[in-house]
């Protein structure tokens, strides 16, 4: 079975400094790696994803994660936050063969400080 | 394009009642997903629909859970009787397919409190 770990439950950092959120995961067959942000009251959205190809991973917002298969680790960074960054992060993955079903972390809430 | 829409979005009842959630997709979008998230955690998988049939519903509590999805576009979700661990977001998302490849995009959410 599957399974997520998302280290960190909360992260403050200050505006304009760096952040890296970790998220490491459990599987026996390939994976297929997932970021979703969450604004207050609002659903997931997509921040990026990994399938295959290049392990740094480029998404919205100036985020970018990097896959490290050996370390089962898909660590989320932006060089510089900002306030409008403060939201919930949640690292997900799904297998690459049979039912593709998301299983996620428990998330990190992000905190970006004036 | 229109988002996932879900309707109430805020629900408060006592246990043992019965409560109903609404989700309309994005037009044309053949899977569709029923999470929960419970505060603290991370949304859990409940269902998912492939046009109106169901694919995976291995982790939906069917003693007291049920879910449609008529026509394939609409879907409801109903609990009955609710305990109050049944507190907790209930999410709805939509997907043209089931395949990774393809973003799930998720609506606003229906934030259940059971007494």
Redesign the interface.
């Known amino acids: 079975a599957q399974s997520v770990t998302q280290l960190d439950s909360q992260v403050p950092v200050f505006e304009e400094a760096p952040v890296e959120l970790r998220c490491n995961y459990s599987s026996s067959v390939s994976v297929y790696l997932f970021w979703y942000v969450q604004y207050p009251n609002q659903g997931l959205q997509l921040l990026l994803k990994y399938l295959s190809g290049s392990t740094l991973v480029k998404g919205i917002n100036g985020f970018e994660a990097e896959f490290n298969k050996s370390q089962t680790s898909f660590h989320l960074r932006k060089p510089s936050v900002h306030i409008s960054d403060t939201a919930e992060y949640f690292c997900a993955v799904i297998t690459t063969s049979g039912t593709y079903k998301y299983i996620f972390g428990t998330g990190t809430r992000l905190k970006v400080l004036a | 394009e229109a988002g996932?829409a879900q309707s109430p979005r805020y629900k408060i009842i006592e246990k043992r009642q019965s409560v109903a959630f609404w989700c309309n997709p994005i037009s044309g979008h053949a899977t569709l997903?029923w999470y929960q998230q419970i505060l603290?955690?991370?949304?859990?998988?409940l269902i998912?629909f492939q046009n109106n049939g169901v694919?995976?519903d291995s982790q939906l509590p069917k003693d007291r859970f049920s879910a449609e999805r008529l026509k394939g576009v609409d879907s409801t979700l109903k609990i009955q009787p609710a305990k109050l661990e049944d507190s907790a977001v209930y999410?709805c998302?939509s997907s043209p397919s089931?395949?990774?490849?393809y973003?799930?995009?998720?609506?606003?959410?229906t934030r259940l409190t059971v007494t």
């Open positions: 996932v997903y603290g955690q991370g949304p859990k998988l998912q694919v995976d999410l998302a089931d395949s990774p490849i973003e799930q995009y998720f609506g606003p959410g």
